[in-house]
Structures are given as structure tokens and as C-alpha cells.
């Protein structure tokens, strides 16, 4: 009997939110492209085409006041604030995340309440960039900065890190960054936050759950080790050797591969085409575009009919390091962006509701009087 691992294929909801498929390379919210999305439309309005539904274009109020309400929500209690500050200076930022979120519901007004809300969702979402800042200059021996309320929200996000105001450019190539990693589908993360959330537990609990089954490196942790084999490769001489070695020792190529995607996934194209807008012929990105095209080349020869391609994440690392945000916020970041996804799959749940129970297959000893269900 074959070994059960991993819910390959198998369907555990239904869902308005996005179509992922693997097979065309289409990611699509809500019935529009992500990747049109990305370059025509702001962080907001995304986010409230996924919570809210409706076709941005015809939606631009709706989606303005989304926009004012994440303003209203951006700023830190005193209490979360005081919360930060007595973390210690080098705890990991995912776990910072996890304990901040889940925080959130011993003070915030509306919880102890299910089914979970938009406003709670808003409320993470707003907080997310402001807790990573505040951590981040904390451990630089910076003094935190509040939002500038002038700034949309992946705006401040790049003002709360540095004290900058950032370039356009840069903040259209955030935007485009957090609009494509927003939503996709039944991922590792995205089901965990589905499977707290039918418990009846709140928006907070699945939230920070889902920042634990992010950090990993077969999930949102890949970017940060997308940038160190980069850094470890260092020239286009070495990058075959480097990689031949890697996949004769049966190593991954980190940034390649995906369990939905049999073809070039949407969101690499669209990052890469950012990434060259953002940098130009940047000497960094002209060694990733190398390490692409002879990475495609050997998993073609060792891994043949396995269908292996670049994944989001290898662009990801590409953008995230031209906006100079340092390796080791680029899964807080990715988070910072998949926020709206988890909180409009746990709104959808919620109006569904039933416990997720699967079931397991038992392969361990039985006595003689105990026969396996068939
Ligand atoms: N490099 C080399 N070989 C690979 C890679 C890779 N990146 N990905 C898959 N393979 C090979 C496997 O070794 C396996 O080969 P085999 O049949 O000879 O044993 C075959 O392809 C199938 O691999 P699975 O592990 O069954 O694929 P799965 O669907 O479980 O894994 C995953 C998907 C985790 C993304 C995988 O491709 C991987 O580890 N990639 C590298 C890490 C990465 O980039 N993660 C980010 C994913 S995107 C995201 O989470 C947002």
C-alpha cells in the first residue's frame, strides 16, 4: 500500500477567494489575473477585493475607505507596544509575529467573539508592518517609528524600517510584491489557519498559527534561503558546478518546484518582470537570471518528467533584496502581504463552518485480537 503524505490532490474546501491552476500557470482572484492586479491596482484595493469581493475598478470607494480604515488601525496600542518592548532584542521575528497576534485578543474590544470579522482582519493586517519595524529598528538600536499617516500602507512600511520616505518606484514594486503573494489557494499556511478557525477559535488563534506553518523552508521561509545560495554560488562561473553538486548529493534548488504548479508559475513571471523594471541591469539580478536559466536546464537532465520551475519565491528574494530589505525580513514580509489571504479564507470558513477531522491510516503492530478497519 502506498505510504498516504502531504493531502496531494485532495479537495478540503471550496472556495470563492482564488483559482490556483497548476496546469495553465493562472492564478486568479476573484476572477481577475493576480498579475493585472499587481500592476494596476494598490495593496488596498486588493485587500478588499479579496475580503469584500466586487471589481475594483467599480469599487474605488469601497476600496479608499478599506485603505482609511487599515490607516486608523496601523498605530500600536500602548499595551501591544509595551509588549514589543519587552521582547527580547533577538528573538526571531516570526516568533515576535506569532506572539504579537496572538496578543491581540487579550485587549482588542471585539474578541472572544466567532464567527471572526473584517474589522479583525483589518486590524492584523494595518498592525503587521508596524510590528515588524518596531522589532526591526528595536534590534538595530533605532528608536521605533509610529506611521506616518501620509503613507499608504506598503509605504510605511519601507518609512517605519529606515525613516525614509520611499521612492515610488519602490512602493509600486511592494505593492506588486505583497499583491501577488497575497492569496494562494490551500497552502500549508492557509489550511492551518482554516483548520484553527473551524475549532471556533478566534481570527488571532488561526492568524498566528499560520505565521508557525509559514516560517518553514518549504513554504514562506524559501526566500531567505533563495538570497543564501545566491550569496553561496556568488559568480555565473560557479553556478553549474555549484548546483550539479547540490542535485547529485540530492539536494533542492531552493526557489524551484511547486506541488501545484506543473508549469511556470504566474506570479515568478510578473516578479521578474518588476525585478527588471526596479533594478535594471543591476550585476545581482543578472546572476540570479543565470542561476535561473542553468538551475531550469539541470533539473530538466537529473529530474526529468518531474515538470520543476521557478517558484514565486525566487523572484521574491530578487525584489525584496532590491528594495534592500535585509534577508531576514523577507519571510516576516511575505507574511506581512499573505495576511489577507489567510484572514478571507478564515472569513469564508466561518460562513461554512464545519471542524476540519481527517482520518489516519494506522500501520503500526496490532495484537491478535485487533483487526484494522477495512
Ligand atoms: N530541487 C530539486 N529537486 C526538486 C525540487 C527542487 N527545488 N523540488 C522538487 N524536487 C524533486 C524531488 O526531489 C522529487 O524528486 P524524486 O521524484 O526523484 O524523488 C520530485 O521533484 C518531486 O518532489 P516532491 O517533494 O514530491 O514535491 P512536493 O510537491 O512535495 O514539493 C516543494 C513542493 C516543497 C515546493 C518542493 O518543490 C521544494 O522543496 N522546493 C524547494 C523549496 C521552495 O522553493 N519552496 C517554496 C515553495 S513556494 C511557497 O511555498 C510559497
Not at 126 to 131: D, E, K, L, S
Not at 191 to 201: C, E, G, H
Not at 320 to 331: D, N, Y
Request: net charge neutral.
Amino acid at each position: 500500500m502506498a505510504q498516504v503524505t502531504g493531502l496531494e490532490g485532495v479537495v478540503a474546501a471550496d472556495t470563492d477567494i482564488a483559482l490556483v491552476d497548476g496546469e495553465q500557470g493562472k492564478l486568479i482572484y476573484r476572477g481577475i489575473p493576480a498579475n493585472q492586479l499587481a500592476v494596476r491596482h494598490t495593496y488596498a484595493e486588493a485587500a478588499h477585493l479579496l475580503w469584500h469581493g466586487g471589481r475594483p475598478d467599480a469599487n474605488r470607494d469601497a476600496a479608499a475607505q478599506t485603505e482609511r480604515r487599515l490607516a486608523d488601525k496601523r498605530e500600536l496600542s500602548e499595551d501591544l507596544r509595551a509588549m514589543l518592548d519587552a521582547l527580547p532584542l533577538q528573538m526571531p521575528m516570526m516568533a515576535v509575529l506569532q506572539s504579537a497576534v496572538a496578543a491581540f485578543r487579550q485587549k482588542a474590544p471585539d474578541t472572544g467573539h466567532w464567527p471572526p470579522t473584517v474589522e479583525q482582519a483589518e486590524r492584523i493586517t494595518a498592525a503587521m508592518p508596524t510590528i515588524i519595524a518596531h522589532h526591526a529598528r528595536r534590534q538595530a538600536r533605532l528608536e521605533p517609528l509610529a506611521p506616518d499617516p501620509e503613507l499608504g500602507h506598503t509605504a510605511n512600511y519601507l518609512y517605519m524600517l529606515t525613516g525614509q520616505r520611499p521612492a515610488a518606484v519602490h512602493v509600486r514594486a511592494l505593492d506588486a510584491y505583497f499583491i501577488l503573494c497575497m492569496e494562494h489557494g490551500l497552502n500549508a499556511s492557509t489550511f492551518a489557519a482554516r483548520v484553527i478557525l473551524s475549532t471556533q477559535a478566534d481570527l488571532y488563534a488561526a492568524v498566528s498559527g499560520a505565521i508557525g506553518a509559514m516560517k518553514g523552508p518549504l513554504h514562506g521561509g524559501a526566500p531567505y534561503e533563495v538570497i543564501a545560495m545566491l550569496e553561496q554560488i556568488g559568480t555565473a562561473e560557479r553556478a553549474e558546478s555549484w548546483l550539479r553538486e547540490l542535485l547529485e548529493r540530492g539536494g533542492r534548488i531552493m526557489g524551484f518546484g511547486h506541488r501545484i504548479y506543473r508549469t511556470q508559475d504566474p506570479r515568478a513571471q510578473a516578479l521578474r518582470e518588476v525585478t527588471a523594471a526596479l533594478v535594471g541591469d543591476d550585476p545581482a539580478f543578472a546572476l540570479a537570471l543565470h542561476v535561473e536559466e542553468t538551475a531550469l536546464r539541470l533539473l530538466a537532465h537529473y529530474k526529468p518528467g518531474r515538470r520543476l520551475y521557478t517558484n514565486v519565491e525566487f523572484f521574491a528574494a530578487a525584489v525584496l533584496r532590491a528594495l534592500q530589505l535585509p534577508p531576514e525580513l523577507f519571510t516576516p514580509t511575505f507574511t506581512a502581504g499573505r495576511i489577507v489571504g489567510w484572514t478571507a479564507h478564515a472569513l469564508e470558513q466561518a460562513r461554512v463552518n464545519r471542524i476540519f477531522r481527517p482520518q489516519s491510516r494506522y500501520t503500526g503492530p496490532l495484537n491478535e485480537q485487533d483487526t484494522p478497519p477495512s
